[in-house]
């Protein structure tokens, strides 16, 4: 019988053990407190923003959000960023991506102080992870890895294929399982016979962004399944979440699979307050 990891209830137990966290923190004097910026209009980040508030609040996080427009410089979001750097009472600093094209995601991350970079993208974080040292890890990998933790009694020596190269998912997972000593391949859209390769996995692990691209046979029987696309895409007229794996055809040959929705999307937040509570505490020393 397949599992169905149920990425909601995981992440609502995380969250109720860091709620008690922060609570005896504040018995400390110490307020957990991440700043959210959020520029424009974007449908998807506001609603993404909306869910990390909404969670900052369940957590007794402290949350402030900025809102700019899209026309807002560069220049005046890095003072921005330099204000909240130092400000003593600020412990995390997101800023929501997609940025608007005028703006260099690479410039407004790279001024985030690494102390604060809750969400895992600052290159001091990114190379840490990859030489296993101590730093913030991405949210989306972070929330995968505790699932697959939570199914896989060990992964030493499985194969791990992860299908997207990105920075933020495809990158972090790697290190991630390399350091749990899977072996690693990372596909991706110029990889050949993606299938085949797909087929080799004992973890295989979506992040493209492209609707129900895994078919049900290009999964082995019994692997494990991690999508974590989140697309929106219409069906008969109504708009409808849909991973980047077919959930119909390959849940039956999966040994586990985590569905979208609820599957890894909650993991992403409650791993960011995993990691606001961490920045919390080690700025408090
Ligand atoms: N946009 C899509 N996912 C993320 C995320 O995890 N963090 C931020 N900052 N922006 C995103």
């Not at 909650?266 to 307050?273: E, G, N």
């Amino acid at each position: 019988m397949t599992k169905l990891i149920n990425g909601k209830e995981f992440a609502d137990k995380l969250c109720d053990k860091l709620a008690s966290e922060v609570l005896s923190l504040h018995s400390q004097g110490v307020e957990p407190c991440i700043a959210v910026i959020l520029v424009g209009d974007d449908p998807a980040s506001h609603v993404y923003v909306k869910n990390k508030i909404r969670r900052c609040e369940q957590v007794h996080i402290r949350s402030l959000e900025f809102r700019f427009e899209d026309t807002i410089s560069e220049q005046a979001l890095l003072e921005k960023i330099e204000d909240l750097n130092g400000d003593s009472k600020v412990h995390g600093i997101l800023v929501q991506l997609p940025l608007p094209e005028h703006i260099n995601d690479s410039a407004i991350i790279a001024a985030i102080s690494p102390a604060k970079d809750v969400d895992g993208f600052h290159k001091e974080s990114a190379g840490a992870l990859m030489l296993g040292q101590d730093g913030f890890v991405p949210c989306t990998p972070l929330g995968s890895l505790m699932l697959l933790g939570d199914v896989l009694p060990t992964l030493s020596g499985l194969h791990a294929v992860i299908v997207g190269r990105s920075n933020i998912v495809g990158k972090p997972m790697a290190s991630l399982l390399l350091a749990k000593n899977c072996t690693v391949t990372i596909a991706h859209s110029r990889t050949q016979n993606l299938p085949d390769v797909c087929k080799q996995a004992d973890i295989l692990v979506a992040a493209v962004g492209k609707p129900e691209l895994i078919r049900g046979g290009w999964v082995k029987p019994g692997a494990v399944v991690i999508d974590v696309g989140i697309n929106r895409v219409m069906v008969n007229d109504a708009p409808k979440l849909k991973g980047d794996v077919c959930f119909d055809e390959v849940k039956d040959i999966a040994s586990a699979i985590t569905p979208v929705p609820g599957g890894v999307g909650p993991m992403t937040i409650a791993c960011l307050m995993y990691n606001t509570v961490e920045a919390a505490r080690k700025q408090a020393g």
